[in-house]
């Protein structure tokens, strides 16, 4: 009888030639559409490029540097993506923020000022140093941050704040981008529109700008409505409007578009340019701009840690994870991108953080992990060849509507989308501080919280001080007494004030509630007062001095005696401490619960009556108090202490039943127990 195999058995694999392991690789990232980087890569990081170095050369004193600062970025745009291969979690690329960009030519504003006595190149030579100087720390920090896990601090800065961060950055970037369209700063443009419209010799003057800003608004409104479209419909509007100034430029004879309306571009410089100014930055002297450089470091540290943190997390949603990996660590990445920070900075390149427009594109082509690889050569080939041509024949009004396109993103998102899903009020002090950080965007931040933490205040007034208040007539304890001791308490009850307090006290709320404390004693003339703290969680030290301070003028002055109840031992501890402080002798009646409070105020009313009109009462009757345990218990019980349940149960059947049971309904069941 044969056997047969029931699997087949493996054929050994061929050997394949080096050849045709390269083409099968190239074959695979074809149809991965690895290779749309190439094209993807120019059509997007060229504009953005030049509209970053533009805002960075905003400054007059810089303009005509333009060429220089743009290969800068191009440098970074190429080692950033160099990095990004080995350094991160994501597969994705580099590029500079448009609020870094903006930043960076504040910074350039501010040294052209203190230096206005300087020729250009020792003010070029000052910023070009700085902005890599200044990423290098940022990058240190960040690498901290993420190191120490310290950007879990950020998740309790309020909503308020950070969309309103968001809202102000986003205003901010509008306007900025709207200023290089139109050539000059935005608000200059309308000052001088106001004052030149009675004059059309000088109004037709400003046209040009006013018409580069509308069509940046047309262009960022196009780049919109098409987006939804497909993919590609954003990149290939990019290209196509390039391609469209181009052929009508050739068709005019360069009379159209006018001049004006392209960024002047003098001769391109070389590519180790940069890095000449960047060293001869190093001999300059700083003496003028020390006190500025260190203040601007200082806030823009601050406020790029910040920024990107909270963009980590919106990264984390968009691009692609490394393959292998299921899940982003937010901490780890932060400390990855402080780290390419830190190199970008020792290069002498600008700081920058992950990109997320090329990568979502790439992922929905569902490429492979090797478009970066196509996406470094193309970075290569455009550092090592000046992108010339592209910035002198595409006008301002393209480069400035692709940032206006992010701007409004922002703005939509953070500042008009979320007027459905905050109140009203809360919105408000989102708007301020979006406000603020327009005006000011380091102390937007502060004022943003500082307006949320007085709205936080304010609002919890509502919440917070005396819940409930009440007498010894109307509240009682658990404690049964008989008819007549009813009556007295309800007769003499009312002189003590039991006030049920709620919420957190703390700075100027707490001394509010001490004084409705101290108003609503004052308007009932209390004899004894019971505070209730059972819904007080805490007091800050402003409160518990406060507190102490009404115990000993009610003491002191009003002869009122105040009881605590349900206090926490913290709270406790406290105020035993603030008054051992202020060097006040205070005895403290603390109470577990309102209850205990209570019965000790029945039985001081009931002590403290008249003997005539004290009930009288043939024999003493027990009583069970609030923790339903027995009170007054004859002294028979001790003779019969041995007993399990201490005679409690035959003092009550002996003793104790015929005041109970009046008629006698229940003796016949005692006879049975007994």
Known sequence: MSSQLLLPLAEPPLKQSTLSTWTRSLFDAAHRSDWLAVILGPAISVPFATCYAALVCSDPSLRNHFPMVLQQVMWTQLLGSVIALFVGQFVTTTNLDPLTAILFGQLARKVARLEMHENQETILSNVMLLMPFVSLCLGVVLYIVGKLKLAMMLRFIPYTVVAGFLAGSGILILQESLSLAAG???????????????DLAGASNLASSWVQVMLAILFSALLEFVREWHMFSTPLVMVGAVGLSIALEKLSSG?????????????????????????????????KTAVADMEFMGSFVVIMTVSWSINTLAVAKLVPLRPGLERCDEQEEIRDLGVTNILLGSCGGLCSMQSFKIPMIMRCVRSGPNWPYFNVMMNILLFLCSPRSIVQSVPRFLFAGTVVRLACDLINEWLLDARRRVSAEE?????????????????????????????????????????????????????????????????????????????????????????????????????AVILDFSNVPAIDASGVCALVEL???????????????????????????????????LVLEMFLDLDKAVECCEETILKGLPMQKKPSFGKRISKIDSLNCISDVAPVLLERSNEPDGGIWHHLLENELKYLDPGQSSFPKRARIQ
Request: charged content about 20%.
């Open 255 to 287: 009379s159209l578009p006018p001049r004006s309306w392209f960024l002047p571009f003098p001769e391109p410089v070389d590519w180790w340019a940069p890095f000449e100014q960047v060293r001869d930055g190093f001999h300059q002297s700083y003496e």
């Open 427 to 527: 919105w408000l002090v989102l708007l301020a501080t979006a406000i603020a950080v327009v005006i000011n965007v380091t102390l937007g931040i502060l004022f943003g919280l500082f307006c949320t933490l007085a709205w936080f205040a304010f609002e919890y007034t509502n919440v917070t001080g005396v819940a409930h208040e009440s007498t010894l007539s109307e509240s009682r304890s658990r404690v049964e007494r008989s008819e007549n001791e009813h009556k007295l308490l309800q007769e003499h009850g009312g002189s003590t004030l039991i006030l049920w307090l709620n919420g957190y006290f703390f700075f100027g709320l707490a001394c509010q509630v001490i004084e409705q404390i101290r108003e609503t004693i004052k308007g009932r003339k209390a004899s």
């Open 184 to 198: 000059i700063e935005l608000w200059d443009l309308v000052r001088q529109s106001l004052v030149s419209f009675t």
């Open 551 to 585: 115990v000993q003028e009610l003491r002191d002055h009003r002869m009122v005696r105040v009881i605590f109840s349900g206090m926490a031992r913290r709270l406790t501890k406290s105020l035993e401490t603030a008054a051992q402080h202020q060097q006040v002798d």
